[in-house]
């Protein structure tokens, strides 16, 4: 157990269909960062918060995906009208140290 | 820019050595090191900040040659447990996101 927390672990869907995941940092750690993982890949980054702010985000992340840190705590991660092509580990990082544990989408 | 790891795959017996390398063309803040099992997220092993530091715990080491852009993995005496693909992701500046290496793939036999 790392101390980072994400919910689902599993996700199906079909596409076109809107999926939401949930990233719970360690407490202390200011900074989230989104991955995506696909088979034989390395982590991609996606996009980054320092507290609530959005500092950074990939051209990996089109205009169907959104993230969220309201309160500088928990993340979502929106992707709306799903693809085949985001079928893939969703990884979440406290700070610049421990993953969560992935939330993995297979979008039918 | 993804920093280029080598080698890309590297098979051991246990309780032998291995050196698992990442470069970047990119001057570098920090270097990360990752150890990922099949189906499993990745686990951090640990971050190097500063030219010429060096780190470790149990076996395994790492050194960072910040004029070079380069970071070695070491793993000493290699257990069974070891088994896994390695990443490093690199930060070329405090702040920035950090962009992982392909992966190393090592496999440590009986």
């Known amino acids: 157990d790392t101390g980072v927390s994400q919910n689902p672990r599993h996700k199906i869907t079909k596409r076109g269909q809107n999926v939401t995941f949930r990233c719970d940092p360690i407490?202390?750690?200011?900074?989230l960062y989104w991955y995506r993982q696909t088979l034989g890949q390395g982590p991609e980054f996606l996009t980054y918060f320092q507290n609530e702010a959005q500092l950074e985000k990939s051209r990996l992340l089109s205009d169907r995906f959104s993230a969220e840190r309201p309160k500088g705590s928990f993340s979502t991660l929106e992707i709306q009208r799903t693809e085949q092509g985001d079928s893939a580990m969703y990884l979440c990082?406290?700070?610049?140290?421990?993953f969560g544990p992935g939330t993995r989408l297979l979008v039918l | 820019q993804q920093p280029v790891q080598s080698p890309q795959a590297v098979i051991l017996r246990e309780g032998e050595d291995a050196v698992i390398n990442c470069s970047s063309s990119k001057a570098l803040y920090s270097v990360h090191w990752y150890r990922q099992k099949h189906g499993e997220a990745p686990i951090f092993l640990m971050i190097?900040?500063?030219?010429?530091e060096q780190k470790g715990h149990d076996k395994i080491s790492a050194s960072f040659n910040e004029k070079k852009q380069q970071s070695s993995l070491y793993l000493t005496a290699s257990q069974l447990s070891y088994s896994g693909t390695y990443f490093c992701g690199t930060e070329p500046n405090y702040g920035q996101n950090f962009v992982f290496g392909p992966g190393t793939r090592l496999s440590v036999l009986p």
């Open positions: 407490s202390e750690h200011n900074r």
């Open positions: 190097l900040l500063k030219g010429g």
């Open positions: 990082a406290s700070s610049r140290g421990p």
